[in-house]
């Protein structure tokens, strides 16, 4: 991933509340805490905060990418420092001294900027440097049963694939590179001034020694091609709606050789017609009647498999909630198999028949109707 703007303007240690000095686990177990308290599943509302501490995860989260983050971190007072930080549309940031205002309005123009600061041509090299493909984000919609015991499926995008007629090199078949005349095929330039011997990447292959001469007609020398595709991913048991899954190296192609970027899926989550859902717990309300109530029952309730019998012994009061072990969401290797909760709902009637009415009202004879002395009226 080429260094984003966003990363000049946001402290994502300060997002997830840790120390620049946090160990990778030390920023897992801060993000797991705060991503389940602001799940928008929980506290609808909370969406944009959940999304900051994604992305900020997304970054800390990913050794590679918490290196460039901090090294763009340290960057910025280095060169001078971005006073009034980069973008906002404003126009106030500017380089001192340099006499002109320089405004930042995407990040593709600020990938252009900085990929010459870092000197690794990753963009802005050329069209021959080796780019690492875009990250691409897909949408998938789970059944409650697919979320519940984890599915392997297929999601469909279109982004940039390696390209079919030279398999990426972007020479057209039958050809080859020709090794670059500038650098002689090391890719890099020496430099030599004085006390320093400064070693700078090749501008004119960026840095792959290679030039190519005959391009290929189908990707006109990029290595890849736009088109239609269908990855494979394990979406694990107990996905929530809202999760993002990362798939390393299913994003779009990286060009000139560079590596694929990642693909995110984003999961919906359907409705099921009885279940629902709290966590690894399933849960389910069941009506009974006021008699089953008072006197105990035994019922049959559904489970994602075959069916339980669960007591429910006299006296037990409505909304009362039954624990059926491990007939929840199933466990993975960090966490255990959750419970079914079944809820009993006293269900009144809303017609009597007269024969009904008669035994209600002699049923009222005997039972008292409960205190309401702790009301206060
Ligand atoms: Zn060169
Ligand atoms: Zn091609």
Same mark, same amino acid.
């Given at each position: 991933?080429?260094?984003? @703007? !966003?990363?000049? !303007?946001?402290?994502? /240690? ?16 801060? /993000? ?14 909370? &969406? ?15 050794? $590679?990418?918490?290196? +460039? ?12 420092? #971005? ?10 940031? %500017? ?10 309005? $995407?990040?593709?123009?600020?990938? &252009? ?21 875009? &990250? ?32 990426? =090199? ?20 020496? &430099?030599?001034?004085?006390?320093? =011997?400064? =070693? ?5 292959? =960026?840095?792959? %020694? ?23 991913? @394990?979406?694990?048991?107990?996905? +929530? %709606?809202?999760?993002?899954?990362? *798939? ?13 970027? $990642?693909? /995110?899926?984003?999961?919906? *989550? ?19 009647? #006021?008699? !089953? ?68 009202? +002699?049923?009222?004879?005997?039972? +008292? ?9």
């Amino acid at each position: 991933m080429a260094p984003q @703007r !966003e990363w000049f !303007e946001k402290d994502y /240690y300060k997002t997830l509340g840790v120390p620049s000095t946090a160990t990778p686990k030390e920023i897992t177990s801060a /993000y797991r805490k705060l991503a389940k308290k602001h799940h928008p599943d929980t506290n609808p509302g909370d &969406d944009e905060l959940f999304k900051e501490i994604t992305a900020a995860y997304d970054v800390l989260g990913d050794a $590679d990418k918490r290196k +460039e983050y901090d090294e763009v971190r340290t960057l910025g007072p280095q060169a001078g420092g #971005f006073p009034g930080g980069f973008g906002g549309g404003g126009g106030g940031g %500017g380089f001192p001294g340099a006499g002109t205002t320089f405004r930042v309005d $995407d990040a593709g123009d600020f990938g &252009d900027l900085f990929g010459g600061l870092f000197g690794r041509g990753r963009r802005g090299g050329g069209q021959t440097g080796p780019q690492r493909g875009a &990250d691409v984000e897909a949408e998938l919609h789970l059944t409650f049963e697919d979320a519940v015991r984890g599915v392997t499926t297929s999601v469909n995008l279109t982004t940039d694939v390696r390209c079919h007629t030279c398999g990426g =090199s972007g020479s057209a078949p039958g050809t080859r590179p020709d090794p670059c005349p500038r650098c002689g095929g090391t890719g890099s330039l020496q &430099d030599d001034q004085g006390l320093f =011997s400064l =070693s700078q990447i090749c501008p004119q292959c =960026s840095g792959r %020694g290679t030039i190519v001469t005959h391009p290929c007609p189908t990707c006109s020398g990029t290595g890849t091609e736009h088109r239609n595709r269908s990855v494979k991913v @394990r979406i694990p048991a107990g996905v +929530e %709606g809202g999760q993002r899954i990362r *798939v390393k190296g299913r994003g779009a192609a990286g060009r000139g050789g560079g590596p694929a970027g $990642d693909l /995110y899926v984003i999961v919906h *989550v359907g409705r099921h017609h009885v279940f629902g859902r709290k966590g690894r717990n399933l849960t389910l309300t069941v009506p009974v009647g #006021f008699a !089953e109530a008072a006197l105990g029952t035994t019922l049959t309730v559904p489970t994602l498999d075959d069916p339980v019998t669960l007591r429910v012994p006299a006296g037990t009061p409505s909304g009362r909630t039954f624990r059926v072990k491990a007939r929840g969401v199933p466990g993975g290797k960090k966490s255990p198999t959750g419970d079914l909760l079944v809820t009993v709902e006293v269900d009144v009637p809303g017609e009597l028949t007269e024969e009904q009415r008669t035994a209600v009202e +002699e049923l009222a004879k005997v039972i +008292e109707p409960p205190s309401r002395s702790g009301l206060g009226v």
